[in-house]
């Protein structure tokens, strides 16, 4: 019997070939004698759930690259399927052919799927602003930090500046420890949580503090 074209198999998301790369997983990483690979298959026809399954369960380098150097983002005909690519499985969008064009530059230059050519400009111009895809739209993290967690309802920020005299010498010890017990609390984002923040923040604008039996006591002015 012979060996069935494992691309064709991807090209046609044929259900025959998931068992076949589960009986022999290195194949998942064959490329033929062009360097087309099965992810480049897989994206060029958006067999999404392929896409997934060839990175994240036989992990084939979502970077894999054919003869002429492009990977299979360049190939992505969808937003969507160029969407998984980047954002689900972090393929380097800038990476350059063996003529020196990105996936973006190649798309937009022939012309026909130019949806997809904007959304990568659209990554590049964040990662330029020292955004990642992956950040939230509403944590506009740097790279390589975490994004800030959202404040409670009703807590606004305002910032401002403040002379050196302005400055206190030396934060509250107990204000200082209700605040690292209460960010260490697993509920911390749950209602209870967000609720006992609620009421440090306005303990702290009103210069009070709690008693062990919860009571308002004032802040001692010394």
Do not use: W
Not at 59 to 69: C, K, Q, S, Y
Not at 161 to 176: G, I, L
Not at 194 to 211: C, F, I, N, P, W
Request: hydrophobic share 30%; aromatic share 4%.
């Amino acid at each position: 019997m012979p060996t069935p074209n494992v691309f064709i198999l991807a090209s046609d998301n044929s259900s025959e070939l998931l068992p076949l790369l589960r009986s022999n997983p290195s194949i998942a990483s064959s490329q033929d004698e062009h360097g087309y690979s099965l992810l480049h298959a897989a994206a060029s026809y958006n067999h999404h759930d392929l896409l997934r399954t060839l990175v994240r369960d036989f992990h084939v380098d979502v970077n894999i690259m054919d003869e002429d150097g492009e990977t299979s983002l360049f190939v992505a005909e969808t937003v969507e399927t160029a969407k998984i690519i980047v954002e689900e499985l972090h393929c380097d969008t800038s990476l350059k052919n063996d003529e020196g064009s990105t996936a973006e530059d190649k798309i937009r230059t022939e012309g026909e799927f130019v949806t997809v050519a904007d959304y990568l400009k659209t990554i590049r111009t964040r990662t330029t602003n020292g955004t990642s895809p992956a950040d939230r739209p509403d944590g506009q993290s740097r790279q390589g930090e975490e994004p800030l967690p959202p404040l409670p309802p009703n807590v606004t920020v305002n910032m401002g500046t403040t002379t050196e005299d302005e400055v206190p010498e030396e934060v509250d010890p107990a204000f200082r420890a209700r605040i690292e017990e209460l960010a260490s609390r697993e509920d911390f984002q749950g209602e209870e949580g967000q609720k006992q923040l609620r009421e440090l923040v306005t303990d702290a604008v009103r210069g009070v503090e709690r008693d062990a039996d919860g009571r308002d006591v004032r802040r001692r002015v010394e």
